[in-house]
């Protein structure tokens, strides 16, 4: 028998890879997979130092990234020397040398990628940089800019010669016979937001592997896009003709693209621009259904998942009939139109949409004008796994939802039979939202089921019976006053959301294994942990968590100085992250907070004064105090050279509190002297 401690590294880092992110740092002490969970929690990075731009965040919006200053990814290398990170992103170029200086072999082993972003109408290239390149050397394997590619000239043709991805935005000119493969050998991706003539596709580098791109408007029948036959993947924008003509774009010789995505923006006449696809696609994303054949049987016979973006359509019952899917599907994503028909324009009645049986997933959004069908007889879906129905259309389900099920999400004005949910034995993950007609939540839900999400409803009772859930999101929940007469929840709960409900008053025995409690955007005035009568609540009765909790989100509410004093959070002695935040606490007092904690966020109170400081908090590593009053706080010298942190603060964030120069320079110096310090955040005042 092989344990899973002989497993191989390389199938470790697979396995980890396909833990949710948010849960990653339970596995960080794990003495077999922490280093691999380490690894992915903190990949990629972004490294920053200041605002980073709308352009900037356009561009960087990786999921689950780490944005850290520079002086806080060195701080990181240093204390984690095993650790690099498959990708990091370095907003400003510049600060590129630091860490090479520091950890090049680090350099060699990491993804590089640097943002040349310049915010004035004609960016330039950063000259710094280019004279600090000519004396070190890095290998760089991605390049983001703004800049045109006439520009490029200006750099050392080393730079270019590692590159693998070039995205050039902006309205900067570009040139594509800069980007040859004298200049960028390795060239294997590439990103052109600028319009560019289809005649000129010629011109892309042959090697390219993966291209988005923009192409003019079209004036002629036929096309056939030069595009590079060694694509497995592209997205391509057409812009709308001068002149309503029927036009087909071919790009069928592209043998080896796998992920196609079409975004056409002619809408005056858009059945009269057609493409003819290659046969070996398998993800196809288009804005409209009709820019293809709609047998895709036929054209697309290894087709795995189709998304298509249009949701305002409406389609009549010989357009549903002739669409015709691979047997390969997996994956759909479709308007609610399509499982919609208009009798009176077709002149059918009961026409339904053939969906294959190898469907697992399927997601539908969008308005629709008449009835949804969800037809089971036709179509029994005996392998499908997530259903996804958006939109808040009206639902008609035709026989039971099939047994095989792992996630529903059900957005509907009406709601099918909710004691059919019992008997999905493989259910996992459960949403229903704005359905106004269901008032009262009290279903026997599977064994299987581990989190459950209600959004949006008007309910005035929930009694949740499912003995596995390990999870539950009440969202716009408008119940007032909380107590175990209307609120019945499951002792297998670990993680609790109450968030946007307008709770005032909570009075319910908590789940014994709770340990994440979100109560944000709440009007807060009473937790009570145990159950009490209504008349009891009217008077402002102690704030009782659960001491099991490590985290507790109580953000966007009503609670100040005495609530929290009022509290038992100094009793929570398992409470790792506490957020406060947009609060109106304008005296904190330390003492009366856990020591426990490692996050405190604060930011966006009243705070003016601070009674204590942070010296006895030895585990806390970051404390957010932005947006709040501490302006002359720290004026006093006596009071500011004795204020303490414990020695695992690494993070302060002051920003907004327009500290005095004294303050910051005798604060940062009193935190330098902590050992994990990285990083004093404070704008300069006004």
């Not at 498959?86 to 520091?102: L, Y």
């Not at 988005?212 to 057409?238: F, M, Q, S, Y």
């Not at 259903?387 to 792992?406: A, E, F």
Request: net charge negative; with cysteine.
């Amino acid at each position: 028998m092989i344990l899973f401690n002989d497993l191989p590294d390389e199938i470790l880092e697979i396995i980890v890879g396909y833990i949710p992110h948010e849960n990653l740092e339970d596995f960080l002490t794990n003495p077999i997979i922490g280093k691999f969970a380490f690894k992915e929690l903190y990949s990629p990075v972004v490294i920053h130092n200041g605002t980073i731009n709308s352009i900037k965040k356009l561009q960087l919006s990786t999921p689950h990234s780490k944005v850290l200053s520079t002086s806080r990814f060195i701080k990181l290398i240093e204390k984690n020397s095993d650790y690099y990170p498959k990708r990091i992103i370095f907003e400003r170029p510049n600060d590129v040398f630091e860490v090479a200086e520091k950890f090049p072999n680090l350099m060699r082993k990491s993804s590089v990628e640097i943002c040349f972003i310049h915010k004035s109408r004609k960016p330039t290239p950063n000259r710094i940089f280019i004279e600090k390149y000519k004396e070190v050397t890095i290998d760089i394997d991605s390049i983001i800019t703004n800049c045109s590619t006439e520009s490029l000239v200006f750099f050392p043709i080393e730079l270019f010669t590692h590159v693998n991805s070039f995205s050039q935005l902006g309205k900067s000119n570009i040139r594509l016979n800069k980007l040859s493969s004298n200049w960028f050998p390795k060239l294997s991706s590439l990103t052109l937001i600028q319009e560019i003539d289809y005649k000129d596709l010629i011109l892309i580098p042959r090697q390219l592997e993966t291209l988005e791109c923009t192409i003019g408007a079209v004036n002629e029948n036929h096309v056939d896009l030069a595009l590079p036959e060694n694509l497995r993947k592209l997205r391509i924008n057409t812009r709308t003709a001068l002149q309503d003509i029927h036009c087909i774009f071919d790009i069928s010789h592209l043998k080896k693209v796998q992920n196609l995505h079409l975004n056409d923006e002619h809408y005056r006449n858009p059945s009269n621009r057609i493409w003819n696809l290659p046969r070996n696609v398998k993800f196809l994303r288009t804005n409209r259904s009709d820019m293809v054949d709609i047998d895709l049987a036929k054209i697309c016979p290894q087709l795995v998942e189709w998304q298509f973006d249009n949701e305002t359509i409406d389609y009549d019952g010989i357009f549903i009939r002739k669409l015709i899917f691979p047997r390969s599907m997996k994956r759909l994503k479709i308007p609610n139109a399509l499982l919609s028909w208009n009798d009176m324009a077709s002149g059918d009645e009961g026409i339904v949409l053939n969906l294959p049986d190898s469907l697992t997933e399927l997601n539908t959004t969008g308005q629709s004008f008449y009835p949804i069908i969800l037809d089971f007889d036709q179509n029994p879906l005996p392998h499908l796994q997530v259903l996804i129905m958006n939109g808040g259309v009206s639902v008609s389900v035709k026989r039971s939802l099939p047994k095989s099920l792992r996630k529903l999400n059900w957005e509907s004005m009406n709601i099918f039979d909710l004691n059919q949910l019992q008997y999905l034995d493989n259910l996992t993950e459960l949403c229903i939202s704005c359905s106004a007609r269901l008032n009262d939540f009290s279903y026997i839900l599977p064994s299987s089921l581990v989190k459950l999400e209600l959004r949006g409803l008007n309910l005035k009772k929930i009694d949740i019976k499912a003995s596995h859930l390990s999870s539950v999101t009440l969202f716009d929940i408008k119940l007032k006053q909380i107590d175990n007469r209307n609120l019945c929840l499951p002792n297998s709960i670990i993680k609790l959301h109450l968030m946007s409900c307008g709770i005032e008053n909570i009075a319910i025995a908590f789940p014994p294994r709770l340990s994440f409690l979100d109560l944000s955007g709440n009007r807060i005035k009473s937790i009570d942990g145990h159950p009490c009568d209504f008349s009891e609540l009217e008077n402002i009765s102690p704030q009782t968590f659960p001491t099991s909790l490590t985290h507790l989100n109580l953000s966007h509410n009503k609670i100040d100085t005495q609530w929290i004093y009022d509290s038992n959070l100094r009793e929570c002695k398992n409470l790792k992250s506490l957020d406060l935040d947009d609060n109106e606490i304008s005296i904190l007092v330390t003492t009366h907070l856990p020591l426990s904690l490692k996050k405190l966020s604060l930011n966006h109170n009243k705070i003016s004064t601070l009674v204590n400081d942070f010296e006895q908090f030895q585990n806390l590593e970051e404390l957010d105090l932005r947006d709040n009053h501490l302006h002359d706080y720290f004026d006093d010298l006596q009071r500011c050279g004795t204020f303490s942190f414990g020695e695992n603060i690494q993070c302060v964030y002051l920003e907004s509190n327009s500290l005095t120069i004294f303050s910051r320079k005798t604060l940062f110096d009193h935190l330098s002297q902590r050992k994990s310090f990285e990083e004093l955040d404070i704008v300069k005042p006004p």
